[in-house]
């Protein structure tokens, strides 16, 4: 049963960066990789997602620009780099992997391993 464990996560000040990790136990043999996030009171969202076989991310408008989701299939892990962090950024953040095709990456049923997820809190 492949886990996936994430760390990174903590209590930052607007303007700064975090990166967040998402390692995995073994092959999850899914071919998404993808960060979603649930600010308090609100639905979890899709943040970045990638194809296992990718550079390229595909991004939320809310933070294109700012987070890079990147992987290192040698060390089965995907990472998120998040600059110009703000207060609307402060979410429990949870990567997952999935299977679909890229162009429907963004769709959160399409995963179904999933993080315990990590605490990301923004001050201003």
């Known amino acids: 049963q492949v886990q996936l464990v994430e760390s990174g996560g903590g209590l930052v000040q607007a303007g700064g960066s975090l990166r967040l990790s998402c390692a995995a136990s073994?092959?999850?043999?899914?071919?998404?990789l993808g960060w979603f996030r649930q600010p308090p009171g609100k639905e979890r969202e899709f943040v970045a997602a990638?194809?296992?076989?990718?550079?390229?991310?595909n991004y939320a408008d809310s933070v294109k620009g700012r987070f890079t989701i990147s992987s290192d299939s040698a060390k089965n892990t995907v990472y998120l780099q998040m600059n110009s962090l703000t207060p609307e950024d402060t979410a429990v953040y949870y990567c997952?992997?999935?299977?679909?095709?890229?162009?429907?990456?963004?769709?959160?049923?399409?995963?179904?391993?999933w993080g315990q997820g990590t605490q990301v809190t923004v001050s201003s």
């Open positions: 073994g092959r999850t043999f899914r071919n998404l």
């Open positions: 997952a992997a999935g299977v679909g095709p890229a162009t429907n990456s963004a769709t959160m049923k399409l995963y179904d391993l």
């Open positions: 990638i194809v296992r076989t990718s550079d390229n991310g």
